[in-house]
């Protein structure tokens, strides 16, 4: 079973029993700490995903030891100019132990997420054969259509062709 929780506006993949170093939390070591914005959990092979958080879902952890992660090394330099500068900052984390995953998962949603997963099946073959039907109607239209096409018929005269003749006729 794991959990997808958000801490310290961070997304994490937990388990039980598994270490995490977050960002800085408020508390002593050995405080247990509760997160309740669960995003998704599995368990059993079933996913429960929450919009936008699982509704009584809920992941405890105890706080291990408060350190600091790696340094991350700033160096600034001006080439020509003899401008360097180095620093350095070693941002402050908290290591975390997560203690349970609790999610209780009513029957009825259970049910009706497995009902849901069935029906856009049956209704997408049901609109694939609505869809085949209209087609076959166009191609038959079509088909109607193209027998239906006269062939080339010579051209009415253009003004300018009438016009000729009769200037011909007068002289």
Do not use: C, W
């Not at 914005?37 to 879902?57: F, K, Y």
């Not at 700033?74 to 180095?86: N, Q, T, V």
């Amino acid at each position: 079973m794991y959990a997808i929780v958000e801490i310290a506006g961070l997304q994490y993949k937990v388990q039980k029993d598994q270490r995490v170093y977050v960002h800085r939390l408020e508390g002593n070591e050995g405080d247990k700490v509760k997160f309740d914005r669960v995003l998704l959990t599995e368990q059993n092979s079933i996913v429960s995903v929450g919009a936008p958080v699982i509704e009584d879902a809920t992941v405890t952890a105890s706080i291990l030891a408060h350190v600091k992660a790696d340094k991350v090394i700033i160096f600034k330099k001006k080439r020509r100019k003899g401008y360097e500068k180095k620093t350095g900052h070693r941002q402050p984390m908290t290591q975390i132990t997560i203690t349970d995953i609790k999610f209780t998962a009513s029957k009825t949603s259970t049910e009706s997420d497995k009902k849901a997963a069935v029906k856009p099946k049956v209704q997408k073959s049901e609109t694939v054969k609505k869809a085949a039907s209209k087609v076959e109607k166009k191609v038959s239209k079509k088909s109607d259509i193209v027998g239906k096409v006269p062939s080339k018929a010579p051209k009415k005269s253009t003004k300018k062709a009438e016009a000729a003749p009769k200037a011909a006729k007068d002289s």
